[in-house]
């Protein structure tokens, strides 16, 4: 089973951007559909973006279209949130996670189930 860890997240300033990282342990990473969810302070936590294993398809939450980007670089074992124009609601801790069985579309709505998952990273966004 592979393992995951995120890197990237920080303080910034609302507008501004950041890049998540989500290093994976080992080349079957390119065999996961993988994502990014986040949990906000006292809240549940909630799927922000999907990307299907081989990277042509991605899934985004309405409240993050248009500004995060989903990526991924199988040669590298590499998953990546590009965020822009952050917002104070975007403050969350961050988790990456990985599935062999459930496909990037699925991933969303079946979080509660997913094989794998990073520690998670903290992003704050100051008003």
């Known amino acids: 089973q592979v393992q995951l860890v995120e890197s990237g997240g920080g303080l910034v300033q609302t507008g501004g951007s950041l890049r998540l990282s989500c290093a994976a342990s080992?080349?079957?990473?390119?065999?996961?559909?993988a994502g990014w969810f986040r949990q906000p302070p006292g809240e549940a936590r909630e799927f922000v973006a999907t990307?299907?294993?081989?990277?042509?398809?991605?899934y985004y939450a309405d409240s993050v279209k248009g500004r995060f980007i989903i990526s991924r670089d199988n040669a590298k074992n590499m998953l990546y949130l590009q965020m822009n124009s952050l917002k104070p609601e975007d403050t969350a801790v961050y988790y990456c996670?990985?599935?062999?069985?459930?496909?990037?579309?699925?991933?969303?709505?079946?979080?509660?189930?997913?094989?794998?998952w990073g520690q998670g990273t903290l992003v704050t966004v100051s008003s």
């Open positions: 990307i299907s294993w081989s990277g042509d398809n991605t």
């Open positions: 996670a990985a599935d062999r069985d459930t496909t990037a579309k699925d991933m969303g709505h079946l979080s509660r189930w997913l094989e794998v």
């Open positions: 080992d080349g079957t990473f390119s065999r996961y559909a």
